[in-house]
């Protein structure tokens, strides 16, 4: 019998043999050194020749469009400013918009199949159609109008304002999160990855931030405006409402 044989190498005839166990255990050695390397290769592959991690922020926004189609009941029906009751003469509406697409720029191993990437992140925030309504007794070119417009444009400027800041924060969180990180795997299942993390974490961040307009809103219908109201083009505001009661 032969002695035992650690490699476990036994040639046709059942015979141990130093020669024969050689090349098949050499074979294997070359055979895991090529996987190795080529593997090690294409980690390098990718470091060196995918496009960065980006992230693209498209803020959509258009000149606001004003409707006079509405009477002040409606409007102020629309408003509900509950228990201040005052009358709306005039609102500012807005439309909020964010969305997010991932695009994968991948590459693949011919051979092995390998897969690396870096995302792409595509995002769009808007407020667009801000819709300026004027009440429908305010006659268009009076001082009163001009008031109202005056007034409603303050609100315009803080989404235009906040859609920046959004825009800014959603930028910054994203490249803060995923850097230039490289990842490996399945393309399929990254994508699905991605998808769940967009809808779990970065559209609700997004959401977030566009409803962080709502108190900067709230505050500029102060109290002090609504009696700067009262008061301007020598009252025409003022009796304008008193002749709806
Ligand atoms: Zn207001």
Redo the contacts with the bound molecule.
Sequence with gaps: MASPNKSGCIDSAGRKSAAQCLRPALAALLAFFAIELHAGNFRADCEARLARTEVSVDQESAPYVTDSSFGIAELTARNSPGARGESTV?LTVAHYLSAIDVVQNGLQDPETREYCMRPHFKVRLSYSPIEVFVGREIQRGSCAYAEVVH??EK?VAAYELQLKKAAEAVERALRAHYGNTIFYGDPAKLDAQLAYSIRQQWLPFAEHQLEAVEPVQLA??SPQEYARYRTACNGEIDRILKGLR
């Design positions: 005039g007034h409603e609100h500029i219908d």
